[in-house]
């Protein structure tokens, strides 16, 4: 039973499942590219390497010959992930899943191409001369992402043709690895936004958590909520698209799948073969297993008859307002005092303005009321400062 995991990204959503790991006696060793970093703080052992350095990483796998390989981030150089299979290694939720998934050009030709699903209208562009041609395709506004990049980092909106240049660079700084390629998306009149956490099983059926509402800011979630109130036809609808593009993808896992809820039905936006940010909700004992353990217990092959929502939550991002190389907090105690409310700091050695550093979670019954509760979610992490 016990497995050797090769955690590739050590940030906070890395730090939960290495926690989630450790709790049933598996061996985790953390990558990133600093010390320190969240997850290494509570593995077993770590490495330091820059991930698309394919060389490096094939010396860590050569070296730890770990049972599994989980990717963390989008920035590893995930084709060799197809020759570590050859190998016998196992990838985490599949080397396939990994590459389309870390290339938002390939995810989105086969959910929208491949698969048939309704996407917004986009096109791609790999120059500031393409971009202003593909942003008079898709129409203004318009949104524009990096095709490798994460937290929204790169993510801006064009609404007048004297934003396109601006965006163009503004894409390049947020841009992860050696893509300079970005997606032009024509902006969706949506109503709601919501996750599905999507769990795939190796010889099980496909579940589907409670669906998470989120709201973003700067293309970075601020708060999440679970249950999201939705049509149950919206919900069936992004239940058989995740079904559809996960089966597609192969493998056992937990992915976040990302929804546009319109007066016109819905979209597939994104997809994560990982835990999510806006999951951290489960944090907060929302259901039977948080995501961190779903995605463990998939990994591990062990099986999940079912998952239950227990309560209702949300949870609230803590934001660092300062550059600093040792990250100091106050007003937790105001948290701590909080009835059913709780929160989680990352450990991040350094902080910067808007780096995500902690977060709050806060629950009710079943009965509860879901705006209440995001509310004070959402209060606690504005009275605790990181500077």
Same mark, same amino acid.
């Given at each position: 039973m016990k497995k050797k995991i090769l955690l590739l990204g050590s940030g906070e959503l890395g730090k939960e499942f290495v926690i989630a790991a450790q709790r049933i006696g598996q061996t985790v060793i953390a990558v990133d590219s600093y010390e320190n970093a969240p997850a290494m703080q509570v593995a077993h052992g770590y490495e330091v390497i820059n991930m698309l350095d394919g060389d490096a990483l094939d010396a860590i796998v050569a070296k730890h010959k770990p049972d599994y390989i989980v990717p963390e981030i989008e920035a590893i150089r995930t084709e060799r992930f197809y020759e570590y299979e050859k190998q016998g290694y196992t990838i985490v939720p599949s080397a396939k899943a990994a590459n389309y998934t870390m290339n938002r050009k390939a995810i989105r030709d086969l959910a929208a191409k491949d698969l048939g699903l309704k996407t917004a209208k986009y096109e791609y562009a790999t120059s500031a001369k393409a971009l202003k041609e593909a942003v008079k395709y898709v129409g203004m506004p318009c949104v524009v992402k990096p095709l490798m990049s994460s937290s929204g980092k790169g993510q801006s909106t064009i609404k007048t043709e004297a934003d396109i240049q601006k965006a163009w660079e503004y894409s390049q700084e947020g841009s992860r690895g050696d893509v300079a390629e970005v997606i032009v998306e024509a902006f969706v009149n949506f109503n709601y936004e919501i996750t599905l956490l999507t769990v795939t099983q190796r010889d099980g059926k496909t579940l589907f958590c409670p669906p998470i509402g989120h709201r973003q800011e700067r293309g970075d979630y601020q708060e999440s909520w679970q249950p999201a109130t939705m049509e149950d036809i919206h919900l069936k609808t992004a239940q058989d698209m995740a079904a559809q593009v996960t089966e597609a993808l192969g493998g056992a896992g937990l992915w976040g799948v990302e929804f546009f809820i319109a007066d016109d039905g819905v979209y597939f936006s994104e997809l994560s073969p990982r835990p999510h940010d806006t999951g951290m909700v489960t944090l907060g004992n929302t259901q039977n297993?948080?995501?961190?353990?779903?995605?463990?217990?998939?990994?591990? =092959?062990?099986?999940?008859? !079912?998952?239950?929502? !227990?309560?209702? =939550?949300?949870?609230?991002?803590?934001?660092?307002?300062?550059?600093?190389?040792?990250?100091?907090?106050? =007003?937790? !105690?105001t948290v701590a005092i909080a009835p059913k409310s709780d929160f989680r700091l990352f450990g991040k050695p350094s902080s910067r303005p808007y780096r995500r550093m902690g977060v709050v979670v806060a629950y009710d019954d079943l009965g509860g009321d879901i705006e209440t509760v995001t509310k004070r979610a959402k209060e606690l992490a504005g009275k605790v400062r990181v500077y």
């Open positions: 297993f948080n995501e961190f353990e779903l995605h463990l217990r998939a990994v591990l =092959g062990l099986p999940i008859p !079912e998952i239950t929502q !227990e309560r209702i =939550g949300a949870s609230a991002v803590i934001l660092a307002s300062a550059h600093s190389d040792n990250p100091r907090f106050e =007003g937790i !105690e």
